[in-house]
């Protein structure tokens, strides 16, 4: 099992910048996927970006791209997520998920991850 441990999260206003950091620990040695999840209140938890270690590709959701950057470091497992020109709708709490390595590659689906973190804040709003 991984353990996932989010950090980053807090009040920023419209046009801000954020980083999230999410720390994996455990039995790493079969994950592949890293991706990170957003909920609003009311809201499903949504798809926001992934990376894949194998190969180093990303995606990102329509409501994020060219602002927000998923980047990946390996020693220890962290991957991170820096966040520009933030929207009030940007506004959730942000999970971190992980899951192992699959042929062909699609990160969006939430059920299909093996691990989540706990989850860290983000309020956008002035």
């Known amino acids: 099992q991984v353990q996932l441990v989010e950090s980053g999260g807090g009040l920023v206003q419209p046009g801000g910048s954020l980083r999230l950091s999410c720390r994996a620990s455990g039995d790493t040695s079969s994950t592949d996927t890293m991706a990170w999840f957003r909920q609003a209140p009311g809201k499903e938890r949504e798809f926001v970006a992934a990376?894949?270690?194998?190969?180093?590709?990303?995606q990102y959701a329509d409501s994020v791209k060219d602002r927000f950057t998923i980047s990946r470091d390996g020693v220890p497992i962290t991957v991170a997520l820096e966040m520009s020109s933030l929207k009030p709708e940007d506004t959730g709490l942000y999970y971190c998920?992980?899951?192992?390595?699959?042929?062909?590659?699609?990160?969006?689906?939430?059920?299909?991850?093996?691990?989540w973190g706990q989850g860290t804040q983000v309020t956008v709003s002035s």
């Open positions: 990376i894949r270690w194998s190969d180093g590709g990303a």
């Open positions: 998920a992980a899951k192992t390595y699959e042929l062909r590659w699609n990160p969006r689906p939430v059920g299909e991850y093996d691990d």
